[in-house]
């Protein structure tokens, strides 16, 4: 065997087959937006580890179920996603997000764009803490399409509900998300005001 | 400050809430490695790993040349055979042996016959696709193969499966009339480890004057095994009669509910 890297659908059938090398692959490809996922859910690291390794070792198990012509992320991210919160419910325990330490590096992949760049860390502060206030099914659905930046497919597939009440689901999440904004002080942050957000 | 997101469109919110993701304390974690030994580390690897801290000791003391380690090792499996109780380790280029009481061997096959083979393809595409040459039996009237290849090892394995037909059963573990398993063990090393107990008869016998064991009686346990010893969880399964031999720098190993003559015979006719 050798040559050039192997695309998402061989890497798949080769792993359906029972072909462990294969898998890692995929488990390297994807197990950053898998521990994200999982984080999302659950809001600490090591119960997302936890789930995240659990939920690779089903979804190997689970292969011969996939449908070989459909995305393998989608599929793996409802996995991750059932998996997280169902370790979540049973430490019924209610996951808190957290910034991370030491800002102005962002932790994600993407460059944000300069609006966003403008954002302040008190302004992230309080943004998540009115989203770690919210009920779970707002809460979920604003982290997998706003924080991890999933399509409203994947969102939907993480959700475990059928792909057109993503939609709704946001608009009525960020309405609740507003009025949590309401009810957030830190008006008097310092640095109110500077910056600004596009407008 | 809240007041300014409280006045923010949907869209500026939006934008926020994307930000807030790049910005959260998501931890860092490679858990490949840890998948991947969970997927190998199977009840099987699981004994192996608890037996008694004795191998190497046999492959210490056997001669390097295959001949004579053959010879050293038909001895040594004669004496185990016996004792029956002692654990230890034997083998072809390519295979362990590992004798354990009968009471450690793990009990039903998986369900099914999905034999983890890997990706059935086409004879031809399988010479293209492994590092090694593809070899097959002539002339035993065993039909047309359906030709499966694995990218583990990194230099392929290659595993023909027959159809029974009459005069070769479907075999109890395989659904197949044969199975003959082909890999280079000498350059990436990719051992066949049995688990042989009470009730399994090894026999030490040659195939085209090459040394070659033949495993029948009771079933056996067959896992493979990479060079760090890690078992890969395709194909620990028991194994019904089986014959292991060497050609040149490939081990092979067929599978056949038959006798041990029809197993040489079909053996001796591979090239």
């Given at each position: 065997?050798?040559?050039?890297?192997?695309?998402?659908?061989?890497?798949?059938?080769?792993?359906?087959?029972?072909?462990?090398?294969?898998?890692?692959?995929?488990?390297?490809?994807?197990?950053?937006?898998?521990?994200?996922?999982?984080?999302?859910?659950?809001?600490?690291?090591?119960?997302?580890?936890?789930?995240?390794?659990?939920?690779?070792?089903?979804?190997?198990?689970?292969?011969?179920?996939?449908?070989?012509?459909?995305?393998?992320?989608?599929?793996?991210?409802?996995?991750?996603?059932?998996?997280?919160?169902?370790?979540?419910?049973?430490?019924?325990?209610?996951?808190?997000?957290?910034?991370?330490?030491?800002?102005?590096?962002?932790?994600?992949?993407?460059?944000?764009?300069?609006?966003?760049?403008?954002?302040?860390?008190?302004?992230?502060?309080?943004?998540?803490?009115?989203?770690?206030?919210?009920?779970?099914?707002?809460?979920?659905?604003?982290?997998?399409?706003?924080?991890?930046?999933?399509?409203?497919?994947?969102?939907?597939?993480?959700?475990?509900?059928?792909?057109?009440?993503?939609?709704?689901?946001?608009?009525?999440?960020?309405?609740?998300?507003?009025?949590?904004?309401?009810?957030?002080?830190?008006?008097?942050?310092?640095?109110?005001?500077?910056?600004?957000?596009?407008? | 400050?809240?007041?300014?997101?409280?006045?923010?469109?949907?869209?500026?919110?939006?934008?926020?809430?994307?930000?807030?993701?790049?910005?959260?304390?998501?931890?860092?974690?490679?858990v490949a490695a840890v998948v991947v030994r969970r997927l190998t580390a199977q009840p099987v690897a699981q004994r192996i790993a608890r037996q008694p801290a004795r191998p190497?000791?046999?492959?210490?003391?056997?001669?390097?040349?295959?001949?004579?380690?053959?010879?050293?090792?038909?001895?040594?499996?004669?004496?185990?055979?016996?004792?029956?109780?002692?654990?230890?380790?034997?083998?072809?280029?390519?295979?362990?042996?590992?004798?354990?009481?009968?009471?450690?061997?793990?009990?039903?096959?998986?369900?099914?016959?999905?034999?983890?083979?890997?990706?059935?393809?086409?004879?031809?595409?399988?010479?293209?696709?492994?590092?090694?040459?593809?070899?097959?039996?002539?002339?035993?009237?065993?039909?047309?193969?359906?030709?499966?290849v694995s990218v583990v090892p990194s230099g392929g394995r290659v595993s023909l499966v027959y159809r029974a037909r009459p005069g070769l059963p479907a075999g109890r573990f395989?659904?197949?009339?044969?199975?003959?398993?082909?890999?280079?063990?000498?350059?990436?090393?990719?051992?066949?480890?049995?688990?042989?107990?009470?009730?399994?008869?090894?026999?030490?016998?040659?195939?085209?004057?090459?040394?070659?064991?033949?495993?029948?009686?009771?079933?056996?346990?067959?896992?493979?095994?990479?060079?760090?010893?890690?078992?890969?969880?395709?194909?620990?399964?028991?194994?019904?009669?089986?014959?292991?031999?060497?050609?040149?720098?490939?081990?092979?190993?067929?599978?056949?509910?038959?006798?041990?003559?029809?197993?040489?015979?079909?053996?001796?006719?591979?090239?």
């Amino acid at each position: 065997m050798e040559g050039r890297p192997l695309e998402e659908a061989e890497l798949v059938e080769w792993a359906r087959h029972g072909d462990v090398g294969a898998y890692e692959e995929l488990v390297r490809r994807y197990q950053h937006v898998a521990v994200r996922t999982a984080y999302l859910v659950m809001g600490g690291a090591a119960e997302a580890e936890d789930a995240v390794q659990e939920a690779f070792v089903k979804a190997y198990y689970a292969l011969p179920r996939f449908r070989g012509d459909a995305p393998f992320r989608p599929w793996l991210l409802t996995i991750v996603a059932n998996e997280a919160r169902n370790r979540r419910k049973s430490a019924a325990r209610r996951a808190r997000l957290a910034l991370r330490a030491g800002q102005d590096r962002p932790s994600g992949d993407a460059a944000p764009s300069p609006e966003v760049a403008a954002l302040e860390e008190e302004e992230r502060a309080i943004l998540v803490e009115a989203v770690n206030r919210l009920r779970e099914q707002d809460r979920m659905v604003i982290g997998y399409r706003y924080f991890l930046g999933l399509s409203e497919r994947e969102t939907a597939s993480a959700l475990g509900v059928p792909a057109g009440t993503v939609k709704s689901r946001l608009a009525r999440a960020l309405r609740r998300l507003r009025a949590a904004l309401e009810t957030t002080s830190g008006g008097t942050l310092a640095g109110a005001g500077e910056g600004g957000l596009g407008g | 400050m809240a007041d300014r997101l409280r006045a923010f469109t949907d869209e500026q919110l939006e934008r926020a809430l994307a930000d807030v993701g790049a910005h959260l304390a998501y931890p860092d974690l490679d858990v490949a490695a840890v998948v991947v030994r969970r997927l190998t580390a199977q009840p099987v690897a699981q004994r192996i790993a608890r037996q008694p801290a004795r191998p190497g000791i046999l492959e210490r003391l056997l001669p390097r040349r295959p001949l004579r380690r053959a010879v050293a090792l038909a001895v040594a499996l004669l004496v185990l055979v016996a004792t029956a109780a002692v654990a230890g380790r034997l083998g072809l280029p390519g295979l362990r042996i590992i004798f354990q009481p009968h009471a450690t061997l793990p009990s039903p096959p998986p369900v099914g016959t999905h034999l983890f083979l890997g990706h059935r393809i086409t004879l031809a595409e399988a010479r293209d696709q492994v590092s090694f040459r593809v070899v097959v039996p002539h002339g035993e009237g065993l039909g047309p193969a359906e030709v499966y290849v694995s990218v583990v090892p990194s230099g392929g394995r290659v595993s023909l499966v027959y159809r029974a037909r009459p005069g070769l059963p479907a075999g109890r573990f395989t659904g197949a009339g044969v199975l003959i398993t082909e890999f280079r063990g000498s350059i990436d090393p990719l051992f066949v480890k049995k688990l042989v107990a009470t009730g399994t008869n090894v026999e030490f016998v040659e195939v085209r004057a090459e040394p070659a064991y033949w495993f029948s009686g009771a079933p056996h346990e067959l896992t493979y095994v990479d060079e760090h010893g890690r078992p890969f969880p395709d194909s620990q399964r028991l194994a019904g009669n089986t014959l292991v031999w060497v050609d040149g720098d490939l081990t092979l190993r067929l599978e056949c509910r038959c006798s041990e003559g029809r197993a040489l015979r079909i053996a001796s006719s591979v090239r």
